[in-house]
């Protein structure tokens, strides 16, 4: 899901590890868009990707806000606008997350995301795991 918001221009990207800090999920991904049009284009990707690698689905359905949610069980995405991801601070909220590194993020662009942390390995979802969204089957797995 990271890759495809980058893939989609996404800006402020990061993904972090909240399962010790919420029953909820096991990681959220965050990320900044300019403009509805391209929120709905990361959503719109995200959703197929899900769908086609994975058999995901998503358990909500997008709104007409600037601020979306995906949640596909383990995974909870949010695509803000900017100034939406600004004004609700989330970052600041799960604070005490750990930041999961993305190695496809240059140098550069890594340290222009919310922690700047640019380590070397990646998390992507997992094909293996059972086609339910239940906590038992996690859907990311480490790929070193």
């Known amino acids: 899901m990271a890759k495809i918001a980058d893939d989609t221009k996404a800006a402020d990207l990061s993904v972090l590890h909240v399962e010790p800090l919420v029953s909820w999920c096991s990681y ?13 284009a990361v959503l719109g990707r995200m959703e197929d990707a899900a769908q086609q690698s994975f ?3 998503k358990q909500n359905s997008a709104g007409s806000s600037q601020w979306e949610v995906l949640d596909f069980g383990d995974v909870v995405v949010h695509v803000f606008t900017g100034e939406q991801r600004e004004h609700y601070d989330i970052d600041s909220f799960y604070a005490a997350a750990e930041e999961v590194p993305l190695p ?6 890594a340290g222009s995301s919310s922690s700047g942390s640019g380590r ?25």
């Open 120 to 144: 070397e390995e990646a998390f992507e979802l997992d094909s293996s795991s059972s086609g339910g969204l239940g906590r038992s089957a996690p859907v990311w797995s480490k790929n070193l």
């Open 28 to 40: 959220m991904v965050l990320c900044s868009v300019m403009s509805r049009p391209q929120l709905l």
């Open 104 to 109: 496809f993020l240059g140098e550069e662009e």
């Open 55 to 57: 058999n995901r689905t």
